[in-house]
C-alpha cells in the first residue's frame, strides 16, 4: 500500500501562486503515475496534471495548462504541483492521486485532499 499527504493549500488572490506537495510513503516501489485531482464546487474531481513516475511523461487538463507545472521528485518520494496565474475558477479540493496498475482504470491510492481557494 501507498500512503499520500498533501500540503500546501491555502488562500490567494487571483494572479497568485501557490505550490502543493505530496509525499508518499510506504510501497512507492508500485507506483507507475501520479496525478493531481481537484473538486471544484458543485462539479467531479477532475484530473489536473498527471506524471509518469519513472519517465517523467506529463499531461496537463486544458483549463490548467500553461499555468501549472507539475514535477516530482522520486528520491524524496514527492510529487509537486505548480500552480501560477491563479483563478477563482481554480478553487477546490486539491487530491494527489497514484496508479499503481497501468492495465486498469483509475487510481489505487488517494490523499486526503488539501483545500486551494483563490479569491479576487
Known amino acids: 500500500q501507498v500512503q499520500l499527504i498533501e500540503s500546501g493549500g491555502g488562500s490567494v488572490q487571483v494572479g497568485g501562486s501557490l505550490r502543493l506537495t505530496c509525499v508518499a510513503s510506504g510501497r512507492t516501489d508500485l507506483v507507475y503515475a501520479m496525478a493531481w485531482f481537484r473538486r471544484t464546487p458543485g462539479q467531479e474531481r477532475d484530473a489536473v496534471a498527471v506524471i509518469g513516475w519513472n519517465n517523467g511523461a506529463t499531461y496537463y487538463a486544458t483549463p490548467v495548462k500553461g499555468r501549472c507545472t507539475i514535477s516530482r521528485d522520486q528520491a524524496k518520494n514527492t510529487l509537486y504541483l505548480d500552480m501560477d496565474r491563479l483563478k477563482p475558477e481554480d478553487t477546490g479540493v486539491y487530491y494527489c492521486?497514484?496508479?499503481?496498475?497501468?492495465?486498469?482504470?483509475?487510481?489505487?491510492?488517494w490523499g486526503q485532499g488539501t483545500q486551494v481557494t483563490v479569491s479576487s
Open positions: 492521486a497514484a496508479d499503481g496498475n497501468p492495465s486498469a482504470s483509475g487510481y489505487d491510492w
